[in-house]
């Protein structure tokens, strides 16, 4: 493929900034690839990795001559990376992020950029509950959305750059409105997580069921929560800090729901309970039918075939 830049600086190495350095060295779309992070025991594996071609402990040293600046990192360090970045950026240099939450990263970030940048906030929607340089690998964004959420002055020749650049990792691309991407994200990840995380704490702190119990005989259900449930802490503590508005809206509206199906089960109102199961069932068909999914069910069991 041709190459897209010359030079391109990843701010972070973890699931996501590792995956997109392995796009970009399989797929040649950069002359050098610069990485970036606070940990030098992070840089280091990614350094034996071969992630990049330079490694710096220093993002303002990393962007230096950066066409393209992807910021990987937990939505609450946004503002202090660009603060860092933002003295030592090269003129007409893109620079975007990865962060669930947009309209916090805005706020954080756009203040610190100079006009002679093009400051174009992302977010590609695809990851697993692994994170960290090892986590990352090449097909990670093929057939997923990356939302764009550029502002009213975003230049549309640097749009259509990082768009194709998205594209040819393999995602379909949207542009979006911060606000709007803030509550749409909060009730298809953030919420599933959060429910995720409190199910299994609720499971953990069971008086009359003991751990080694939920373990021995977790069903798929269960099971799946634990997947969600497993992904980066600092991440969705930030995600939670940063998108507290939506998330508390779609709480809300979750907890009204869980108060109907209460009364439902505890009067016995089949009806109802048989109405909401099926509108559900129709949901997951709809995301299959859009790619988002198989309908290839395991349970785990091809994986403990193996064994």
Known sequence: MARQFETIALIGIGLIGSSIAREIKDKGLAGTVVVSTRSPETLKRAEELGLGDRYTLSAAEAVKDADLVIVSVPVGASGAV?????????????????????????AQMAPHMPA?????????????EYSGPDAGFIGLFKGRWCILTPLPETDADAKAKLRHFWETLGSMVDDMDPEHHDKVLAIVSHLPHIIAYNIVGTADDLETVTESEVIKYSASGFRDFTRLAASDPTMWRDVCLHNKDAILEMLARFSEDLAYLQRAIRWGDGDKLFDLFTRTRAVRRS?????????????????????
């Open 82 to 106: 660009a603060a860092e970045i933002a003295p030592h950026l090269k003129q007409r240099a893109i620079v975007t992020d990865v962060g669930s939450t947009k309209g916090s990263v805005i």
């Open 116 to 128: 002679h940048v093009h400051f174009i906030p992302g977010h590609p929607i695809a990851g697993t």
């Open 287 to 307: 995301i299959i039918q859009a790619g988002q999914d198989t309908d290839m069910v395991d349970f785990g069991r091809h994986a403990m075939d193996k064994k």
